[in-house]
């Protein structure tokens, strides 16, 4: 009646918990498989609205149809619902496992080591099966501290970048996308890096139009800009972005598949330019692999236990 009485609030925590897991695993798996569909269909109606405006088009109706198929098109491939259950349901038995190691542990703490466990006096395959439960629950506790630490990490880098760049021409259409990326900085980036861009540029009317969908904290933004085309070859494509105190020149490399930008201040003797005085006088960007991105500020936002456990292997 005793051991009854001892174990009983044991088992309640233990539903509790597993209750929580469950729903807490589930929503942050649907959470999570919604903001990257919701980031990957704003980038389509992003695209699809370029378009439309390149042809002076305003009715954006079929630009919201297109979103929406984006979003439907992400979660019916991904197979979020099967992955949600999975990562809510599958871990549930292991933690109960390990829970009912580690209480066993704490009660031979509790009550002496040599009298609940009697290294002593057990043979060998019962020795083996103590430390082999005693290396599952320690397991099992670290895989469960990662994963919270993991979570964290995800609520500061909310979002992946895809690790390709692509230049792809297509007679009178040249369509780059990519991560732009400042190469004339160390340790430092541009304005909001968590972001990915998609430039289209048309030769007939001599226009490149960039689409950028970016990450600012915890917010999803998305902008817009039009650049005149200078030159179009069967090597390169310039076009410039002038602004009132800077202009920023960008080249699209179509033999090498290299998309540059170099940029310089202008009319700084004026008021205006010079409250907006940047750091650099002259400034390089590179149109890069997102992933890489993605992955740096996802390694520095880690805790510093998961930092140190990742360490160990090699990460």
């Known amino acids: 009646m005793s051991q009854y009485r001892w174990s009983k609030p044991w ?28 980031s ?54 292991f933690i109960w496992l390990a829970g009912i190691i580690l209480l066993y542990f704490v009660r031979a703490q509790i009550a002496g080591f040599r009298e609940v466990l009697p290294w002593g006096k057990l043979n060998m ?12 629950a320690f397991a099992v506790v670290a895989f469960g501290v990662a994963i919270l630490l993991n979570m964290y990490v995800d609520s500061k880098v909310p979002v992946s970048l895809s690790p390709f760049v692509d230049v792809m021409p297509s007679g009178d259409l040249v369509t780059v996308t990519g991560t732009w990326v400042r190469t004339d900085l160390t340790n430092d980036s541009i304005a909001n890096p968590i972001q990915t ?91 890069s692999n997102g992933f890489n991105v993605y992955w740096k500020f996802r390694q520095q936002a880690r805790p510093w236990l998961l930092r140190t456990v990742q360490s160990l292997f090699g990460n």
């Open 40 to 93: 990957f269909g704003a980038l389509a109606y992003k695209t699809c609205t370029n378009q439309q405006l390149l042809a002076n088009n305003t009715n954006l109706a079929q630009c919201e149809r297109e979103r929406d198929k984006s979003v439907e098109k992400w979660f019916k491939e991904g197979n979020y619902t099967a992955n949600a259950l999975f990562v809510a349901l599958v871990p549930i038995p």
């Open 125 to 136: 395959p019962k020795r083996i099966f103590l430390v082999l439960c005693a290396c599952f």
């Open 197 to 287: 861009s998609k430039i289209e540029c048309y030769k007939l009317q001599s226009k490149c139009i960039e689409s950028t969908a970016y990450v600012n904290d915890t917010l999803l933004g998305t902008d817009l800009q039009t650049f005149d085309i200078k030159q179009w070859t069967t090597d390169v494509i310039v076009f410039t972005d002038e602004s009132l105190c800077a202009t920023t020149t960008y080249t699209i490399d179509l033999h090498t598949q290299v998309v540059s930008g170099a940029g310089y201040l202008t009319n700084q003797d004026s008021n205006l330019c010079k409250m907006n005085f940047k750091s650099k006088e002259r400034w390089s960007l590179l149109l």
């Open 11 to 38: 088992i309640v925590l233990g539903i509790i918990a597993s209750i929580a897991w469950a729903v807490g695993a589930w929503h942050y798996s649907q959470q999570s498989a919604l903001e990257s569909a919701q």
